[in-house]
């Protein structure tokens, strides 16, 4: 296959999967961002060839955004158009973020030998979920917790939790954005 | 962290897409910036006369103003959004202060050569850019602040894009209380007020704008 034709066939079939998501459709949600990860992932490996253990925190870091920044897509272009667009901006605040420590000049006989083994291409290098939701403000915690942990719809979590719908509404979306910045490196 | 399990996080229960909440991020900062602008330009200022409103060069004030935002929210709402081309709507606010400068021209050379410097200067050309740039300034920070929830993904261009559509809303509001008559002052004078508010959006840019 002609590199054009992978990604059309890329995005024929993440596009589709989109749509549904963001009218609601969670199954395709998470199937559609399994798939833009697959897609991150080798976007970043390509421009990080020598920082293969930060791909994965990027891909992390990238698809929060992607889930934060919905509202921006817009259906009449390409869905992988506009991840990638994504991609490079957190690419660009990366290099911006790691130039002051000079992260960039390590020698390559200087780097560690862990460092050279890239590592589990699913797994970031630090960060446990459990660990950062325990950072997080109450309420925000709260309302991930039931939401998105144990799966209850807002409504439940409200009469669970004693908070109102909107709150437990706002504390999502205020928890996902303290998680987003958590996780940056 | 596992990938798969911060997929599975953001997927559980995520809740459904505005799909209008490009258009909503700009509709209320403008319509609360151009009252702002409206009414701060009434009380500091003062309105014209009834009479004044009948000349022409009012009109072409407020049609002026309201062409250079409408051409701004296009560009922007492109702008907002990751990946989204912003060539094919440049031309509109390059064209339309294209337009302006040829009828600031086209004025002052119907204007006899010994009224030029009037024409050119009016009574007011020092203080009417600053007026402008004043009275954006409400528009500015109520768009910075909408666009927070956004994804500009060039900030100097997207302040700088903001910081022009504030202005065009402070000469909106400026035309209420401004006496010149001259085209060729609004096309020189006005235009300097917008650019300011531009250039002001450009440097707040990308320390505001971040995500």
Redesign the interface.
Known sequence: MQPSDWAQAFEDKLKPLWLSA???D??A??QA??LI?SRLRGYFARRLQAMPSEV?DL??ET???V????????PA??VT??V???G??KLV?FWRRHERTGDLHDDIDQVGANELVASEP???TD???AV?LQTLPLAQRTS?EL???Q????VEAAKESGMSVSAI?VN?HRG?KSLSKLIKQ | MKTSNLIHLLATNSEPVDPRAVTKSLAWPLGLGLLASVLLSALAIGVLPAEAFVLPAVWVKFVYGVALALSLVALLSRLYRPGAPTQPVIKWPLLTLLVMTLIGFAYLMFTPESQRAAVIFGRTWLACPWFVLGLSLPALAALLWAARQLAPTDLKTTGFATGLLAGAIGALGYSFACPETSLTFVAIWYTAGIVLAGLVGRAVGPVVLRW
Do not use: C, S
Request: charged share 25%; no cysteine.
């Open positions: 963001i009218g609601g969670n199954t949600y998470e961002l399994e990860a994965e891909v992390q698809l929060m955004a889930h934060l920044k919905r509202a921006t897509f817009d272009y390409p158009a506009w990638l667009a994504i490079k901006y605040d699913d797994e970031g960060h446990d979920l950062l991930i939401t998105k942990l799966g209850m719809t807002a509404k999502v996902l």
